[in-house]
């Protein structure tokens, strides 16, 4: 099985659920996963010996799966369950697999054991070969409705009852939808960096801010997270460019910046910048020169900003 979709929507909680399915003990199917018999506790504690999970290693250097890791999983699927009829196996993120993995998976993928279920998790199913997703059921998780996802995560910070919870649609905007991530935000450090990231760009527009003083303070950071926060504030300032009513933006707090900003620059440019911080950003997991690259990408909004200045 082959369950795709974006960061932050529940995949790796649909794939853990299905393997508490396929393991749990309880007699009746509607009862599964029940949550209090042996497989489960099992299951819970990260311990059942029927589920198998293959991720990049931590202390890697990079963050690849490696051939050796695929090639011990697919060991592991000739034996004999261990405690019941059948073992799951999981890759996540799959797409991680080298081209090395990806073809020992598919040695095994080709001739399947009966026993086994395979479950492979991404939000980038495109990176994995033709031939793989071919041999997968294909289970793909969309975005949620606002209307459903909203009221969900406003029942989760209420539980948590966090002190000066930032307002819940806020930070579902800037998930694009994706509640797991938008509760991440909300209850993590990640919402103040992202408006440390918005400020320094708005700084550097502006001329407030020197574009290589905010690339060497940032080259601290992550590089998806910056990328991140550059993709969205250009794709705003590209939409209310063409719709002043601002009704599909995403920083929906900044709206006077917006409209400020979107006078100056010119639309052709802007979506020229736009595909050099996508590309930057597909291969973002690979080596880099943060430094390098951060000055480059600043440099080129600054001078996108003052166009029109």
Do not use: Y
Not at 117 to 122: N, Q, Y
Not at 221 to 250: F, K, Y
């Amino acid at each position: 099985m082959l369950i795709a979709g974006p960061l932050g929507i529940g995949k790796r909680l649909l794939a853990d659920r299905l393997a508490g399915l396929l393991l749990c003990g309880a007699d009746h199917v509607e009862a599964r996963p029940c949550g209090v018999c042996r497989e489960c506790v099992l299951l819970r504690a990260g311990h059942h010996p029927d589920q198998l999970l293959l991720a990049p290693e931590a202390e890697a250097a990079s963050a690849e799966i490696r051939a050796e890791q695929v090639r011990q999983l697919c060991a592991r699927e000739t034996l004999t369950p261990t405690r019941g009829s059948v073992k799951v196996l999981t890759l996540v993120p799959a797409d991680a697999m080298n081209p090395f993995a990806a073809n020992s998976l598919l040695k095994t993928l080709e001739e399947p054991v009966a026993s086994t279920v395979w479950v492979l998790v991404t939000e980038q199913p495109q990176r994995l070969s033709q031939t793989i997703r071919s041999r997968c059921q294909r289970v793909s998780l969309p975005v949620p409705a606002d209307s459903v996802a909203l009221p969900w995560l406003e029942a989760r910070l209420a539980e948590q009852a966090k002190a000066h919870v930032p307002h819940a649609a806020h930070c579902l905007a800037l998930a694009h939808g994706a509640p797991f991530r938008a509760l991440a935000l909300a209850t993590t450090e990640a919402l103040a960096l992202r408006q440390r990231l918005v400020d320094d760009i708005v700084g550097v527009a502006r001329g407030e801010h020197d574009p290589i003083a905010v690339a060497n303070a940032w080259q601290r950071l992550e590089a998806s997270a910056v990328l991140g926060a550059m993709i969205d504030w250009l794709t705003d300032l590209l939409r209310v460019s063409v719709d002043p009513t601002m009704a599909s933006v995403i920083h929906r707090d900044a709206r006077r910046a917006l409209n400020a900003l979107a006078e100056r620059i010119e639309p052709a440019a802007g979506h020229r910048l736009l595909q050099q911080l996508l590309q930057a950003r597909a291969v973002v997991e690979a080596p880099i020169n943060k430094q390098l690259l951060f000055e480059a990408l600043l440099v080129r909004w600054a001078r996108l900003t003052w166009m029109r200045a």
